[in-house]
């Protein structure tokens, strides 16, 4: 069984920062990738950052120069750094993995969610 783990949401004024957390526990062979997505209220859920096991990352357009996503294998965690946040960026945000459960057996899993909201 593998398990996400977010943390670090929260209420904030425009201009201000958070720091998000996701943390990877249970039974996995090996993570591919990591990545934050968000969901608005009324709108679809959205990639916001990826980063795969050789720190490559990729950004959605709304959120590049402003936002930075990290990664610890060793700890088997994310991050996600938001800075200069604003209003638009409410939503919550999602933690998902991509990994392997066995050798040959890989699947994507995600975690509860954590709030971010920036009041203008």
């Known amino acids: 069984q593998v398990e996400l783990v977010e943390s670090g949401g929260g209420l904030v004024q425009a201009g201000e920062s958070l720091r998000l957390s996701c943390a990877a526990s249970?039974?996995?062979?090996?993570?591919?990738?990591m990545g934050w997505y968000r969901q608005a209220p009324g709108k679809q859920r959205e990639m916001v950052a990826d980063?795969?096991?050789?720190?490559?990352?990729n950004y959605a357009d709304s959120v590049k120069g402003r936002f930075t996503i990290s990664r610890d294998n060793a700890l088997n965690t994310v991050y996600l750094q938001m800075n200069s946040l604003k209003p638009e960026d409410t939503a919550v945000y999602y933690c998902?993995?991509?990994?392997?459960?066995?050798?040959?057996?890989?699947?994507?899993?995600w975690g509860q969610g954590t709030q971010v909201t920036v009041s203008s």
């Open positions: 998902q993995s991509r990994l392997y459960t066995t050798y040959t057996n890989w699947g994507d899993y």
């Open positions: 249970g039974s996995f062979f090996r993570i591919v990738a």
């Open positions: 980063i795969n096991s050789g720190h490559s990352t």
